[in-house]
Every structure is written in structure tokens, then in C-alpha cells.
């Protein structure tokens, strides 16, 4: 069941207001990880606590501190890119589903993925911290 768009478009906005694009569709999902695409963050958005207060902040604030960033920032949300979300979980196979969560793709492959159990055990600075180090790690040219 997909969560009523008049409910999440705010949620949706705390990330593509930073110019973090949404993927909606399988398709768009597919052209994004497609290989030879450089290297790609994918954001699984969801309602949650955890997202709204640390996983949003998080990224956003990795995001504008960090020297390396992904060549691209992309977004699906859980319960109303329902599609979407599927094909970013079989990219991801065999890592477990999660949402939130964020993954870096290199190429079409998955390199890099944070957990929802590691975003509710961390705050937005420490989210932050980690994805810097994860960006330089796996999007440094």
C-alpha cells in the first residue's frame, strides 16, 4: 500500500530541494545504476523517525561538507515509489532490504550501504561523518 502523496511530499522535499534527484520509476532506477554511470549515492527514503531526524540531515549535511561527493545523488521512497524501491533492492542483492538506508554504486555495483539499524544508532552528525568517509573511500576520481 502506498502512503498518500499529500504525506510525504514534504519528506520527498528534505532531500530533492537538495538537488538530490528522485528516481520513481523502475526504469529510472535502471538508467541511473546502469554500469559505466560513475559512481551513484541511493537514498531509500522513508517515514520514519530515524529518517526525518538523522538520516535527512545526515546526508544532506554530507553532502554540503564534503570535498568528495558521489557524481550523482538519487532518491526512491519507501511506500510510495514502490516500484522503484524493488528494483533498487535487486540491485542491492544479496544485502538485505532496509529503509531507510543509503547505498554508493560504482559503476552499477553495489560498494557501500548503511543499514537502518546503523542510522537509528547514530545522530545526524555521526550519519554525516560516516558518509564523508565513505565518499572518499568510493567517489575520489
Known amino acids: ?78 511506500g510510495g515509489d514502490v516500484e522503484a524501491v524493488a528494483r533498487v533492492r535487486e540491485h542491492l542483492s544479496p544485502l538485505p532490504p532496509s529503509s531507510p538506508s543509503v547505498a554508493i554504486f560504482k559503476d552499477g555495483k553495489p560498494v557501500y550501504m548503511m543499514h537502518r539499524h546503523q542510522i537509528e544508532s547514530r545522530d545526524m552528525f555521526l550519519i554525516a561523518e560516516e558518509l564523508k568517509n565513505a565518499f572518499a573511500q568510493h567517489c575520489a576520481k
Open 1 to 78: 500500500m502506498r502512503y498518500p502523496e499529500h504525506l510525504i511530499g514534504i519528506m520527498r522535499q528534505d532531500l530533492t530541494n537538495h538537488g538530490i534527484v528522485e528516481t520513481r520509476t523502475p526504469e529510472e532506477v535502471d538508467a541511473l545504476l546502469a554500469p559505466g554511470k560513475g559512481t551513484v549515492m541511493m537514498v531509500v527514503n522513508s517515514v520514519c523517525g530515524c529518517a526525518a531526524g538523522k538520516a535527512r540531515p545526515g546526508i544532506v549535511r554530507a553532502l554540503a561538507d564534503s570535498p568528495v561527493k558521489p557524481d550523482v545523488a538519487a532518491t526512491v521512497f519507501a
